[in-house]
């Protein structure tokens, strides 16, 4: 491939944990350079989500060795955080940067001339933001997956069978945080025979849950609606309320999918030890929220299986698109092409942050951290509470 002065998108394989997503996949390379842009792409960066390196090449991208990739990015574009040997002055990174999570990462990435593009502070409400969402595209892929791993670990049918040896009932989910994540399980478990019951602290999450056919707890709790659609805080007496209010509901459930997240917050306690005792004896609990401070339930382990003495299974699903990764990268990479394009005019990087979109995930540029929440943080020396 014949080098040009175009700004080169550099795509790394992923190197946290164990991610098998990509950040670009071959279907987007062509928009890319149709762009203006040029495309490199470290060996093997597709390959865990099934994507050769001659798919990328036959697409219009150059293969390179990770060595080669720093002197070549202008931007790199990620899953999760780049390696620190990918990074220099004047670089633009774009992946999920988690910043409130560990904003003085964000001020180190400002102090050293890089601009962090963070698609999960993407303003969610503004529509034509859409197609850039990659948090909803991820949580798709996580809430259907969760359904299906609850259904193989559950030791019984999920639908209703009736046979000549009797009648099998059908598996009970409960399904509780009614975000993207949540009604994709809600979905998915009801085609596979379920029946669903679901509950969300905001209004307008329940008249979805039951808009998809689910069964909305009747709980008498305050309005949790946030900022931007999310679910707020709630004060520890009524978080603590909540969890009373769902335990009889959780006992009775063969199945409970948790996804409730605040962000900026570690996720609220919905399901306790008292709760997960009151469970029959090979029921299942997995807990979309797990990461480093829990999850929902007080037996989560990120990315643990944990069986408990009386014998509930509670998955700590952290990461569960990265084990879809052909279809996460897929949407994933379909988000990234679309901010690209709204943050590159003429085959360069144009950095507007009077715009919406661009005001929200642009956490740093220009030699400091401009995204005000961000920025707030650090003057207070904090990250996730």
């Known amino acids: 491939m014949t080098r040009t002065e175009a700004l080169t998108v550099v795509v790394p394989r992923e190197t946290g944990g164990h991610e098998r997503r990509v950040a670009l996949v071959p279907a987007q390379v062509s928009t890319l350079t149709a762009a203006g842009l040029a495309v490199v792409v470290e060996t093997r960066a597709g390959a865990a989500a099934w994507f050769a390196d001659d798919a990328y090449a036959s697409a219009g991208a150059e293969i ?11 931007v790199v574009v990620g899953i999760g955080r780049p390696s620190p040997d990918l990074l220099r002055a004047g670089q633009v990174i774009v992946a999920l940067l988690r910043p409130r999570e560990d904003p003085a990462l964000m001020g180190r ?9 963070s698609l999960d502070e993407l303003p969610r409400t503004l529509s034509r ?3 850039m969402d990659a948090l909803t595209s991820q949580a798709n892929v996580a809430g259907y997956k969760a359904v299906l791993v609850a259904a193989h670990m559950l030791d019984r049918y999920v639908p209703m069978l009736v046979t000549a040896a009797g009648t099998a009932r059908p598996a009970r989910f409960l399904v509780l945080g009614v975000g993207v994540a949540g009604l994709a399980a809600i979905g998915t478990a ?13 209004p307008q999450s329940r008249a979805e849950a039951r808009s998809v056919g689910a069964t909305v707890l009747d709980l008498t709790t305050p309005d949790g ?21 769902l335990a009889p509901y959780i006992g009775a459930a063969d199945v409970v999918i948790t996804t409730a997240q605040v962000p900026g917050r570690r996720p609220p306690l919905l399901v306790d030890d008292a709760a997960i005792k009151s469970m029959a004896p090979g029921s299942v609990v997995v807990d979309l929220a797990a990461g480093p401070d829990g999850g929902n339930t007080a037996e ?20 569960l698109a990265a084990t879809m ?30 715009d919406e979109i661009q005001a929200g995930v642009v956490i740093a540029h220009d030699g400091r951290v401009v995204h005000p929440v961000i920025t707030r943080l650090l003057d207070h020396g904090g990250g996730l509470s």
Do not use: F, M, W
Request: charged fraction near 20%; avoid cysteine.
């Open 64 to 74: 390179v060795s990770g060595t080669e990739l720093p002197a070549l990015a202008d």
């Open 109 to 117: 990435l400002a102090a050293l001339g890089v601009t962090a593009v």
């Open 129 to 131: 933001a859409q197609p």
């Open 190 to 202: 009801r085609r596979l025979g379920a029946v669903v019951s679901a509950y969300d602290i905001r």
């Open 225 to 245: 609606g946030g900022e931007g659609g999310y679910a707020r805080a709630l004060a520890d007496g009524e978080e603590a309320a909540l969890r009373t209010a």
């Open 300 to 319: 989560t382990r990120p990315g643990e299986t944990v069986v408990t003495d009386n014998g509930v299974t509670v998955v700590g699903a952290a990461d």
């Open 325 to 354: 990764p052909t279809a996460a990268s897929a949407a994933y990479s379909r988000n990234v092409t679309a901010l690209l394009a709204h943050l590159v005019r003429d085959g360069r990087l144009a950095i507007d942050l009077t």
